[in-house]
C-alpha cells in the first residue's frame, strides 16, 4: 500500500444527536485503535457546546451535560501541547468543590455553588476550547 493511503476510517455516533453520524479518514498518525487525537477532542467538544446550546434545562445543568461530553479526555493525550494545561484548567473547574456528603459528586456540587457569572465563564470556556481545537485541527490538516 501506497505510504500516502494509510490511515484509519472511523465512525462516531452520539446519543444526544439523534440521527447525526460522522464518517471519516485520517492519514495522520493515531493512537492505537483510536481516532487521530485532535478529531477525538474537537468530536467531544463539538458535543459538548451542541448540549451548552440545544438541550433544555439551566445553563448549569447543560454545563454538566457538557462535561460529561468531554470527561474522558485526556489533555496529554488527546489535545496539542498548546492547549494542554488550557484543558486540565477547565476539567478541574467542573469538579473544584468536593461534595462532603458524597451524595451529589463533586460535578454537581461544584455547578450547584457557582455564580451566574461563574457559570456563564465557564460556558464561554469550552467554547472557546472548541473554538481553538477547531482552529487546530483545520491548521493540521493543512499541513498534511
Known sequence: MNESKRGYLYVLANSSMPGLVKVGR????????EIMAIEYA????????????VSPGSLPERLEGAYLSIHRLEANNDFPPAL??????LKDRFTQK??????????RNTLQNMTNEEVSQMAEE???????????????????
Do not use: I, N
Request: hydrophobic fraction near 40%; charged fraction near 25%; charge should be neutral.
Open 98 to 107: 468536593k461534595d462532603p456528603t458524597g451524595v451529589e459528586g463533586a460535578l
Open 42 to 53: 474537537w468530536e467531544k467538544l463539538y458535543t459538548a457546546v451542541h448540549s451548552l446550546v
Open 26 to 33: 485520517t492519514s495522520a498518525m493515531c493512537r492505537e485503535g
Open 84 to 89: 494542554q494545561d488550557r484543558f486540565s484548567k
Open 126 to 144: 469550552v467554547l472557546s476550547l472548541f473554538w481553538a481545537v477547531a482552529q487546530s485541527y483545520v491548521e493540521d490538516r493543512s499541513r498534511s
